[in-house]
């Protein structure tokens, strides 16, 4: 409804980002090729502005819809894309999330050297900006990566270290998410 009273050309601002988050609730409720084609105005639309936040949060968007969808290569395409824009704008949030996602599509696509390399970055950066909840994913990656790739010692070790943080934090969550990382 607030799509449709907008005018594209007297708020263009408002209306992307109202297309971004309408695209936002599509995907969330199973929508996937409705939540696509808002996305896609929505990037347009951030693109003309200039509003490169704005691209870089949609290509992550359009990079969950396509994960959803096991569309791995375009999900990398458009998060490879994200990654480069919040390094232009040296946002270490916005680049700490996108290597995030990032970092699970090169897993389920099995290239875990790259994300392994990824998720270092994404460490120091969790470390940077002393984001606990980032630190305690990069933990986890690095212990899904090195038991999937059979490195048994190097699992135990992150593992460890997901538990004395989790502790350290007092995170519940993290404390479940490591208890079920055990078994």
Do not use: C
Not at 51 to 66: C, E, F, V, Y
Not at 72 to 96: Q, S, V
């Amino acid at each position: 409804l607030i799509e449709q009273s907008l005018n594209r050309h007297s708020d263009p601002e408002l209306m992307a980002d109202v297309l971004h988050l309408a695209g936002r609730i599509e995907q969330t409720n199973g929508s996937n090729e409705q939540a696509r084609i808002k996305a896609e105005a929505a990037l347009t639309l951030f693109e003309d502005l200039g509003d490169l936040l704005g691209a870089a949060k949609t290509h992550s968007l359009l990079a969950r819809i396509a994960n959803h969808e096991a569309r791995y290569g375009e999900a990398i395409h458009h998060l490879e894309t994200g990654l480069a824009i919040t390094r232009k704008l040296n946002f270490p949030l916005g680049i700490g999330a996108t290597l995030n996602e990032l970092i699970y599509a090169l897993m389920a696509q099995g290239e875990h050297n790259r994300a392994w390399e990824l998720n270092q970055e994404l460490e120091q950066i969790a470390l940077d900006i002393d984001y606990t909840a980032m630190l305690l994913a990069s933990k986890q990656f690095f212990v899904d990566m090195a038991r999937a790739q059979q490195r048994w010692e190097t699992a135990e070790v992150y593992l460890q270290q997901h538990l004395e943080l989790a502790q350290a934090s007092n995170n519940g969550r993290a404390l479940i998410a490591n208890r079920l990382l055990t078994l």
